[in-house]
């Protein structure tokens, strides 16, 4: 029987900017975020795993502030505002978010963190929180605890880490001999002969003192940096001290130099779902190995994966490749090429395409809204606002908005006066104006808004006052995320 | 020196429905129109390469009365409202298409009809002039006249000709003894050694007394019905004989059996333009065999054709792919196979998929419509209307209308009253109002119009007055075509 565990502390790592599955992700909407492999998000997919051993008070999310918007608004769709969000100010690799939760949580020396990527899939929750609660008993006994997957193929796109003798405190755990970085093919075969080798599934559980002192030990300026801000909270100092940390891993930074590392061997049909191929293997196949999804017509297509959002794809005679459609831009890859998917996404950015950094449609806390058309001078959103949510007060310089109600009633702000707006009517913001939108009744309130001036971007938007985390006097975020 | 021959008439055959170039093409917009290969549609290329030797005056396209509208607003854009539009009432192959025609122009029996089909490409105008006047002797002596391209490689898609003696009457004249279908690859080869075998392709010159003489002895029923037609030009009657008619191409049909048919052996970069692959074959290609058209990003892909309409599209490691991506639908499809292209629509039809029937974008003759956006009560459209013109004053039972004018102004009329619009200014168009939409500047004016209402198709319009060919009370739209 399962329960909770007041000395486990879950730490999520969500700072991955996961541009391997544009156009599905931006870089305003990364893995992490993404609802691939059901109605879950990879990181609700990731608490929702550890929930019964871990209660939310007790969890942590690990990003940067580049992806702050996105991740807490994972959080609340499910009610977790309970869940801390830690902010680096730049992505360091593992071994600094890790540092960072560990000084955070430095006043409960005898906490055991448990480390997760926030963008991982597993099947097996059960022998999962199993294997946690083996890797707790062994972290409270000293341990830095690993835990290593039985691997079933000789992958060449994983780590590796290769397990010494068994360990006497714990049955089924073992003392880590070492890790190794990704393997050719014929390495990676002579793992699966030897047997005593397990792919590095990047979780952990260690006290908080045991892996500062393995932190001040390994890697120094790391330790002494995160001290210093442990004394001085100062967003500047912050960001000063981060810039001089090293850019590394965890494992290879501090594990692999450490003596008293541990490695619980696990089974849990995981996945890093690293690229678009591992999606494809994460679903059932047709007879012709086709996984399709989405509103895509195929004919006599093999091994491949089509994946559409929303508009009408039609595929023909196609042989292992991957076609991925969202309403603004179009992936087709062969199968083989998955990895340089990241590449492609570097051309784009150097040609400045706004396909890489946001979708059309956006999710905000109050609802969403997506670009239909912009122009020179004009911009059309479809904007839904759920029943009982309103957006800020505001106001824009430099944009007039007209308002269609399409579907719903809406309860309309503009500078002093307050008026329900119907569907089918319409209203009129000039700029430099006050307004607010809200929808008061229990069914969806939906709008086409007509944005008109010389200047559309979303930053020309001064919010006097906010249900949610957004509004500009606020500092302290995290208190004002309910009303 | 080429000059107009005033005995010349141009038949212009447009009834394919072109579905082998979806997406690209619709049902309501067929190859054809298609503006393929440069700033012509096929049509209209068609159409200026015979300009110099036959006037707009004796030319007549022949289309069915599904694609009236497309074409005829080909021939709007260029002026060419002087050309003839003869209506099928369903499509019945070329013996009755060339039929039809014939019946047409049958006062004038010594008139040389040139018939061609309006979407190929010819690269040689000036080869193909002079080809039309060796045709054109031949035809004034009796003649039914084809021409045969020189075959540049053993093609299996196209029929073939087998050429007999030479002429006496002309040089660079023969005989035409046999026409053949599309051979297998081997008798394609065979033909190439043998020497005198040509592409057939599909364009014929006669006097109208010689093909009507010869539909008479070899498609008694069809000539029957045709004669019945010229009697009496009812379009209940033309409805009915058409259905009577056998499915016969002119060729097969007809000049197979004549004795009297020459060929004239041409060599004027021609293609039938059947595929995408085809359209691959007429664009340069990178070095690596691409050919990308439009807003495409391609890393290391080869032998692909990738065109994008607006969209961005990214393709990586693909060989032998073709992508065709348009805002409402993208085909991904092997080259191999573009042959089924047609088997891919036929089964999107039946899904009842819209994308097979119409675009997003609808061209009109005061300039066009884009559907932004959809759903249960509403529609958005982006609507420009090019200086100088206005829409049909009208009315809708069902919907009313927002207008917002984000670009230039509009005068609009709205039951009695008739105003200017200015940019970021609004009016509503309530449900059964006569109503006008004018551009009265010299500048695109540009609306973003919100339609809602239960019931949203574009049959819901009651044209009172229209600048064009579309008004309910106006029975002979030729006639109307300019105001």
Redesign the interface.
């Known amino acids: 029987m399962i329960s909770q565990d007041s000395t486990l502390f879950g730490v999520i790592l969500a700072g991955g900017s996961g541009t391997r599955f ?2 599905l992700s931006r870089s305003q909407y990364p893995k992490q975020v993404l609802h691939l492999l059901g109605s879950d998000s990879m990181l609700q997919a990731t608490i929702n795993r550890l929930l019964p051993l871990i209660p939310l008070e007790q969890m942590a999310v690990v990003t940067n502030a580049f992806q702050e918007q996105a991740i807490r608004l994972e959080l609340y769709h499910k009610g977790w505002e309970g869940v801390q969000l830690w902010l680096e100010p730049q992505g360091k690799n593992t071994a600094a978010a890790v540092g960072l939760a560990a000084t955070r949580l430095q006043t409960q020396p005898e906490y055991i963190m448990s480390v997760f990527p926030a963008d991982h899939h597993i099947q097996d929750q059960a022998g999962l929180l199993s294997a946690l609660e083996t890797g707790a008993r062994l972290a409270h006994a000293g341990y830095l605890v690993t835990f290593g997957i039985l691997p079933t193929r000789p992958e060449t796109g994983y780590g590796y880490i290769k397990a010494g003798v068994p360990l006497n405190a714990e049955k089924n755990s073992l003392v880590c001999a070492r890790f190794v970085e990704k393997p050719d093919l014929e390495r990676a075969q002579s793992f699966m002969r030897e047997g005593n080798y397990y792919w590095n599934s990047g979780m952990f559980m260690f006290r908080v003192d045991a892996i500062l002192q393995a932190l001040a030990r390994y890697v120094p300026t790391l330790h002494r940096g995160l001290m210093l801000l442990a004394e001085n909270d100062q967003p500047a100092l912050l960001e000063e001290v981060y810039q001089t940390f090293p850019n590394l891993s965890l494992d290879h930074g501090v594990l692999e130099q450490a003596e008293n590392v541990a490695v619980v061997p696990v089974d849990l049909g995981w996945s890093d779902v690293g690229t678009w191929r591992a999606v494809q293997e994460l679903f059932p196949a047709d007879d012709r190995g086709n996984v399709i999804l989405g509103r895509a ?1 195929d ?2 297509s093999g091994d491949c994966l089509i994946y559409s959002q929303e ?9 292992q ?1 991957i ?1 991925v ?1 969202t309403p ?7 199968r ?2 998955v990895q ?2 990241k ?2 996404v570097a ?2 950015n150097q ?1 400045n ?1 706004v ?1 890489t950094r946001e979708h059309r449609t956006v999710v905000r806390p109050w609802g969403q809204y ?1 670009v ?2 912009e ?4 911009k ?1 959103k ?1 904007i839904v606002v759920e029943p009982g949510k309103r957006l800020s007060l505001q106001l824009h310089h430099h944009r ?1 908005e ?1 308002w ?1 109600v ?2 719903g009633t809406a309860q309309v702000t503009i500078g002093c006066e307050c008026k329900p707006v119907a ?2 009517e ?1 209203v ?1 913001v000039p700029p430099k104006t006050p307004h607010r939108l809200e929808n008061l009744t229990s069914e969806p309130l ?1 709008i ?1 808004e ?1 944005q ?2 010389t200047y559309l971007e979303e930053d020309d938007i001064v919010r006097l006052a906010d249900d949610f985390w957004r509004s500009a006097s606020d500092t302290t975020p995290q208190q004002n995320l309910k009303h």
């Open positions: 544009w156009p017509c004919r006599d508009r009408l794809v039609a595929t023909l005679g196609l042989k490749v076609v459609d603004d831009a179009t992936l087709v890859c062969h083989d090429r340089e998917v590449d492609l051309e784009l040609q395409c396909e997506t239909m058309d122009g020179l001078g004009y059309v479809q007039a007209h269609v399409v579907q569907a089918n319409s009129f939906r086409i007509i008109t001036g």
